[in-house]
């Protein structure tokens, strides 16, 4: 069930595209936006280009955090990591989901090793693993949001980057801090993984795995 997502978009190059096959969303993923440490605003450049190129897929595209109440999470396959399977233990990190239908998902992580886009199935099987050999202290949960929403709403004045000096732990972004209307600053409220607050809706693995991921349906 794992199919690499490179071949299966390459074949589907090569084929008359139809309605019913998902194209991808991005350019090459070193033509996308990308800061290191600040995968939020990654995946908001992302939601912005979608929205700009393809408006007409924004229905289909959402958000994910993925973090837990200890922000200690244990990801596979990260650029970051050094050892032979590019373990990380982030605080939190963000992907953007392209739910074509209830069959297909592809999964778009500018810190990744996997391909850009990789299926579904294949990045939790080879990122997430399983939570069952784990303690729970790394219990990975995920908070979805569409990602209409997360353009809309999302604001970030990156003091969670700043030192108490006021440096910066990692350099930001050249271009200007996102914000809203309404708001400077609301990354916690996505970082936080309780049930009942915040936007969207937060999944434990489990649950996760299964809203996006469909079999013979």
Not at 9 to 30: A, C, W
Not at 68 to 87: F, I, M, S, Y
Not at 175 to 192: G, K, M, R
Request: aromatic share 14%; glycine share 2%.
């Amino acid at each position: 069930m794992s199919v690499n997502a490179q071949v299966h978009l390459g074949n589907n190059e090569n084929n008359k595209k139809t309605e019913k096959s998902p194209r991808p969303l991005f350019p090459k993923r070193e033509d996308c936006s990308h800061v290191s440490c600040y995968c939020e605003e990654n995946v908001w450049k992302l939601c912005q280009d979608a929205a700009l190129r393809v408006p007409e897929e924004m229905d289909r595209c959402f958000v994910v955090f993925i973090s837990n109440p200890h922000r200690t999470v244990p990801l596979w396959k990260q650029r970051a990591g050094r050892e032979d399977d590019r373990l990380v233990i982030w605080d939190y990190h963000v992907i953007f989901l392209y739910s074509w239908d209830s069959k297909t998902c592809l999964v778009y992580d500018l810190d990744s090793e996997l391909p850009f886009p990789t299926f579904f199935h294949k990045y939790v099987t080879e990122t997430f693993r399983t939570d069952q050999v784990l303690k729970s202290d790394y219990h990975r949960f995920f908070r979805v949001v569409p990602a209409k929403q997360f353009l809309q709403n999302f604001a970030s004045d990156r003091r969670h980057m700043k030192r108490p000096d006021g440096s910066w732990i990692k350099p930001p972004p050249s271009y200007p801090a996102i914000y809203t209307i309404n708001s400077t600053h609301n990354l916690d409220e996505y970082i936080n993984m309780d049930f009942s607050l915040g936007p969207g809706q937060v999944f434990n693995l489990t649950d996760f795995v299964q809203r996006f991921y469909k079999i013979n349906k």
